[in-house]
């Protein structure tokens, strides 16, 4: 376990060890000391009985430590608890292959989607370095509003950093990333990185740590209107998960009869929506009372309880009682195997803690022309 200094009022230091991101300290005992009942973020303080808390300056928090899935066309939320800065460091550890490329680094504050980021608003940029002899990779691309390869940093090492220096201190909580939104370059995507903020540029503090993420590409799976679409990713927070459907396999409004959620624990749904659940979508297909956005979580599967878009594109939403660790999302057509139409054929799988930011974990279409094993005289079906 960390173990990082912190500083007395009167200048004396002393040491803690840094559990993780929140901890219930009624349930430790430190010898000399009663049980407190408080929870303490990022680090478990070890006081001792002469020790007052008021006392206590924290010197460098610790950003906590996490994995996630990162996608080179897509924008990459990484969020934070909300914090006063007028530096923000985006630190790339390591990429996917080669020098890390980055088409655009933006800011964001709580509840808002202004880029405070920008260069028009007189943000300014700078780097550790940046790949020499290169029109198209400049710092100055980091901040310009502009995406896509040609409008790009690149380091000059395989690690390195971006940093945005803010016309002024402001609260922060996002930080969001992208490779080449316009999608044409897959490779140089950071895949271990840091966000580092600052009030004058000198003090750093870690608010974000992001290790072992996966690359969303594009995969192409068989999809079968009767059976389960199993799909797993690395575990993540969230608290709202959408299925984004671009296309059916005929053209037709997708139907979706159940969409299910795990977390860690494959057995334990948590989109039920007798665990609380809500179950939303983009539209629904209307004067059908078998047909209903309620019926994506009511634990019944097949087409007399299932939803339909009323479009040939459409999402559908399963928003959580309290954010969780998603691991796994599951749905299918028609469990009852009666109905084979309307099979989601490409679509992406979201998710965001807030509802408003959205984060990619697959992207995925059918392998089409996949042959299939039919039963021979005697033989049942599988």
Known sequence: MPV?????????????????????????????????????????????????????VAAEPQGCETAMSVHPARPNVVAFEPVRAKFVRFVVLGSSRGEPCVDELEIYGPASDENLA?????AKATASS????????????????KYGNRHSWIAAQKSGWAQIELPEPALVDRVVFSRDREGRFQDRIPVAFEVHVSLDGKDWRAVARVRNSEVVQREAVPLYPHKPVVLDFPAQRAR????????????????????????????????????????????????????????????RYGNSHSWIAAKPTGWAQIELPEPAEVARVVFARDREGRYRDRMPA?????????????????????????????PLAGEEPR
């Open 240 to 299: 709202f998960v959408r299925l984004v459907i671009k296309r059916t396999a005929g053209g037709t409004q997708p139907c979706l009869d159940e969409l299910e959620v795990f977390g860690p624990d494959k057995k334990v749904n948590l989109a039920a929506s007798a665990r609380g659940a809500k179950a939303a979508a983009s539209s629904c297909i209307a004067g059908y009372a078998i047909h209903k956005v309620e019926h994506l979580n009511d634990g």
């Open 118 to 122: 920008l260069a028009k608003r007189g």
């Open 4 to 56: 990082h200094d912190w500083k007395r009022v009167d200048g004396g230091i002393f040491s803690h060890v840094g559990l993780s991101c929140v901890h219930d300290l009624s349930k430790s005992k430190q010898k000399g000391n009663p049980e407190r009942r408080a929870f303490a973020r990022t680090s478990l303080i070890l006081l001792s009985s002469s020790l007052s808390a008021a006392a206590l």
């Open 130 to 145: 940046c790949l020499p002899g290169y029109a198209i990779h400049r710092i100055e691309h980091l901040n310009d509003g």
């Open 346 to 374: 490409a679509f992406e799988l979201r998710l965001s803690r807030d509802g408003r930011h959205w984060r990619v974990v697959k992207d995925v279409v059918a392998l089409e022309n996949v042959p299939v094993d039919q």
